[in-house]
């Protein structure tokens, strides 16, 4: 077996099309250039050869090589789990709740890593990613408002991201750059974006590497510096403890969890890899590499949160800031309790809380593109892509850094909000997700099978419920007056009967890729995929006996 860790520059001419053909696949891939783009451009892709290829179905046996060509896309979808919002909520939840809720972190990062790993599945054996699958899915009306609400999503844990990015620029200038100017320089980053995609999808990985490590170091910082309880962090692991003042703190453990753009997301960084949908034995393969490096990805980012979890737990349970702390106010707080030693813990937080700003919004440029181009079917230059994804995030964070500047009391309110809108959103992205996964028109043998599908309807429909406890608190608390209440019962009524919609629609669909469905000793049909511009198409071409 040989491995080539290159980016593909080898294409072949096509056929009638014009299209490119991949010598090492049964696949048809566009004619691709800078002006138009699918996912990932067939230049861009890791190539993974495999000099045996007389049978479809075989499965190579597991390489430590391999792994680390396949490595890479867990770790950037993981970043989803380390926004500025999921800091929040966990140290919320250590002042608040102590140590009681990281059993439900626990559970809740491998409910996410189910969800994940299905968005993954659907990427690798379509050779689609789930925005581009809505798009042929769902009829036009749900399709726009299936793009509408992802992107809402997205600007609404963009705003999170930047403004969270903000205030580590903040905290890390001394207050000397306000939240404005940090919202600009983060803004930037669209910029070393298109840079970094100019030099293949490893380079970007290895800067979210960095970014990650960076957050494992300081937050590890932190929780050598406080010192929390070995014994009452494993009772919080493994015994399960739920009181009636921490619902909303384990609510918000829970929603942070699941990002509605990370779902769109995986299922098209997992496509950076060559991987041809034909070959049962190739996808197969694909599909447990990925495994093995979500979890570890999705491990790291556990840990993480849990370090973030003790060091409040330790500090700030039981006291009166508890109830008061937030991302604004942490740092300060931190250093209070803590002190400064060789190097000040306000510092270590505020550029751990970088890293994970920087690393999400990053994360956030691509989602957006994915999003929009697929859902829209949109064929743009690298650059003009990413200036319209960034700027329908960046335009509305800017008037909201400006707006809520004024305290600190404020941007929590704003945080609150900005959660409530991303629950909302989540069933937008899941429901269309196992509702794919589980059609055999689309997934062919990949299918999942009823056991999985049941378990991650479950978790789906929990994740709903726990969401709709929180927005129905939320309402509770908030919604005043005859005319707003009108206004939210007439949306609440058209959001519940788009997701019955979703839920119960099973209709017929035009099967977008290829598989190996019916193999055997004598008998193989050998099916290929029409890459056409964006838009593929099923074909049987031959059957060989």
């Not at 590497?209 to 494992?216: E, N, Q």
């Not at 937030?326 to 060789?342: D, F, I, R, T």
């Not at 929990?462 to 939320?474: A, R």
């Amino acid at each position: 077996m040989l491995l080539a860790d290159k980016y593909m520059n080898n294409s072949e001419p096509g056929e009638a099309d014009g299209s490119k053909h991949n010598g090492e696949t049964n696949c048809l891939l566009p004619s691709s250039s800078d002006d138009e783009e699918t996912a990932f451009d067939s230049r861009d892709k890791i190539l993974i050869v495999d000099t045996d290829e007389s049978d479809v179905d075989h499965v190579p046996p597991f390489s430590w090589k391999k792994l680390w060509l396949f490595t890479g896309p867990g770790f950037l979808m993981s970043t989803g789990f380390l926004d500025p919002g999921n800091l929040e909520g966990d140290l919320q939840s250590g002042a608040i709740a102590g140590y009681s809720l990281l059993w439900l972190l626990m559970w809740a990062t491998i409910m996410g890593l189910l969800i994940q790993l299905l968005s993954a599945r659907v990427g690798v054996a379509t050779g689609r990613h789930l925005a581009e699958l809505c798009r042929e899915e769902y009829p036009d009306w749900a399709r726009y408002a299936l793009w509408f609400m992802a992107e809402v999503a997205l600007i609404g844990a963009d705003i999170q991201e930047v403004i969270g990015s903000a205030i580590a620029i903040q905290i890390l200038s001394n207050g000397v750059l306000p939240l404005w100017a940090g919202v600009i320089i983060t803004a930037s980053d669209c910029l070393i974006f298109l840079f970094l995609e100019n030099y293949g999808v490893r380079k970007l990985e290895a800067v979210f590497a960095v970014l990650i490590s960076t957050m494992a170091l300081s937050f590890a910082w932190m929780f050598g510096d406080a010192q929390p309880s070995g014994k009452e962090l494993l009772l919080g692991l493994l015994v399960p403890r739920l009181g009636s003042k921490t619902i909303k703190q384990a609510v918000g453990v829970v929603g942070c969890v699941i990002m509605p753009h990370n779902v769109f997301l995986h299922s098209a960084l997992v496509q950076s890899r060559n991987i041809d949908p034909s070959k049962k034995g190739k996808v197969q393969e694909a599909l447990t590499y990925y495994s093995i490096e979500s979890s570890a990805a999705l491990l790291v980012s556990f840990i993480i949160n849990l370090f973030v979890t003790t060091v409040f737990a330790k500090g700030f349970y039981g006291t009166e800031q508890a109830n008061s702390i937030g991302l604004v106010n942490a740092g300060q707080y931190l250093q209070e309790k803590y002190g400064g030693g060789h190097f000040p813990i306000l510092y270590i937080w505020g550029i751990g809380l970088l890293a994970a700003g920087q690393s999400s919004t990053l994360t956030g440029t691509y989602a957006g593109q994915f999003i929009m181009g697929g859902f829209l079917n949109l064929r743009l230059k690298k650059w003009l892509r990413s200036l319209i994804t960034r700027s329908c995030a960046i335009v509305p964070t800017m008037i909201v850094a400006l707006v809520f500047n004024t305290s600190e009391a404020s941007l929590d309110v704003l945080n609150e909000w900005l959660n409530v809108l991303q629950s909302m959103q989540i069933p937008f992205a899941l429901i269309p997700l196992l509702t794919l996964v589980s059609k055999e028109q689309v997934m062919g043998v990949f299918k999942v099978g009823p056991v999985i599908e049941r378990l991650a309807w479950t978790v789906a429909a929990l994740v709903m419920v726990i969401n709709g406890y929180l927005l129905l608190d939320f309402f509770v608390s908030h919604v005043k007056g005859l005319l707003f209440g009108f206004l939210v019962c007439s949306a609440t009524t058209a959001y519940a009967s788009f997701i019955i919609y979703l839920v119960t629609r099973r209709g017929g669909h035009n099967p977008s890729c290829c598989f190996s469905l019916e193999m055997s000793n004598s008998t193989q049909k050998d099916k290929q995929c029409l890459f056409n511009r964006g838009t593929f198409e099923y074909q049987k071409l031959t059957t060989v006996q």
